[in-house]
């Protein structure tokens, strides 16, 4: 099998810069890992990008521009992290910024440009990487489940089957494997609404450590109204978008209350999405920002069967993970595999997902 040197590249809801990392596959197994970084959105990007992202759907006659500011700050990235590495990759894969998901209304938004970024790299640029799900009458996400099974089989081992990737970044999602078969679904709000309270109140961009959340003592009977919520109930395939949930239950708390509140929302709608499983993980691998906070990684082990322990442990780097799989992805459609399936998105069929964009001359 051809091994392919791929940069995937993606940057999350929060955009709080553009994950960027190379690795050498050829779509089945993992031969390589390559470098990751995190390069920073201009600020000004990062502010529109999050305007848009809340403005959930409106005002679409911004999105252009913004597209504009996504394409020429992932172009400075990329050609920054290649040259500083000096590689060669044979694409890039260019995700894109989402600002807008509704797969009840089949739409999806990415914005940025891939055939400009082609243009200005000179490189193959693989984008669209959602689109062909939705087609396919998928949700669109979660995209990241196919490379989480190379993860386990390559670093895991299926010995500690079934287990559970668990990804906390603005949403919570999870992959739960057991042999070769795959189910995944997002889960609910993951650093999201804690971020956004943090923010409000001036205390920062996030709760660090979980040092506020920690000072604190949850709501329960606001807690036991938000989870009700018929989200979370339903099983998956199923997808949200950023601002699918409000935090608004905990609007009139103090600072620390409100945040010890949300933390642990975030912790008990995860327990609650053990139960939508075919069996209870041994063995939960945490990836995104929510395996850097102690207190929540520690509400999660009071209330999840199995280990619960960050994807670090097994020598996955968190923090590169989701641009990774964009990579694989990448390799993926170079090899005419599929990159969603029925268990993972809800798609009609198996779909391989992604559109070649080549440099024009």
């Known amino acids: ?44 990007t990062r502010e529109s990008v999050l305007e848009a992202a809340g403005r959930k759907g409106e005002r679409r006659e911004d999105w252009p521009r913004i597209a504009r500011d996504v394409t020429e700050d992932h172009a400075g990235a990329i050609r920054a992290f290649i040259e500083r590495h000096t590689l060669k990759p044979d694409a890039v894969v260019f995700h894109g910024q989402t600002v807008w998901h509704d797969p009840k209304a089949a739409e999806t938004v990415q914005l940025g440009d891939p055939q400009g970024l082609a243009d200005t790299l000179d490189l193959p640029v693989i984008g669209d990487v959602r689109l062909a799900d939705m087609k396919a009458g998928g949700e669109g996400a979660p995209l990241v489940p196919v490379y989480h099974r190379a993860l386990a ?7 500690r089957e079934p287990l559970c990737f668990l990804n906390i970044g603005g949403v919570s999602n999870l992959t739960y494997i057991d042999g070769d078969g795959l189910l995944a679904f997002d889960i609910g709000p993951g650093n999201a609404l804690l971020d956004d309270w943090i923010r409000q109140h001036g205390a920062g961009d996030f709760d660090a450590g979980g040092a ?17 919520h018929p989200f979370l109930s339903e099983p998956g395939p199923k997808s949200l978008d950023r601002y699918s949930f409000s935090g608004s239950f905990v609007d009139g708390m103090g600072l620390e209350d409100g945040a010890a509140t949300l933390m642990t929302f975030t912790a008990e709608v995860i327990a609650k999405a053990e139960g939508l499983l075919p069996r209870k993980p041994s063995l939960w691998l945490v990836c995104g920002g929510g395996r850097l906070n102690p207190v929540l990684m520690q509400a999660l ?3 999840l069967s199995g280990d619960v322990v960050s994807a670090d442990d097994f020598r996955i780097d968190g923090d590169a993970l989701e641009a990774q799989a964009m990579a694989f992805l990448g390799a993926r459609l170079k090899a005419g595999l599929p990159t969603t399936f029925p268990e993972t998105t809800g798609a009609g069929q198996p779909v391989i997902g992604g559109k070649v964009y080549l440099p024009v001359a």
């Open 301 to 303: 082990r009071d209330r």
């Open 153 to 159: 089989k390559t670093l895991v081992g299926t010995d």
């Open 1 to 44: 099998m051809t091994e392919w040197s791929i940069v995937g590249t993606i940057s999350g809801t929060s955009a709080d810069g553009i994950d960027l990392a190379e690795i050498g596959t050829d779509g089945h197994t993992i031969g390589r890992f390559g470098p990751a970084e995190t390069i920073a959105y201009r600020p000004a």
């Open 212 to 228: 506020i959340a920690a000072k604190g003592m949850a709501d329960e009977a606001r807690l036991s109204e938000a989870l009700t």
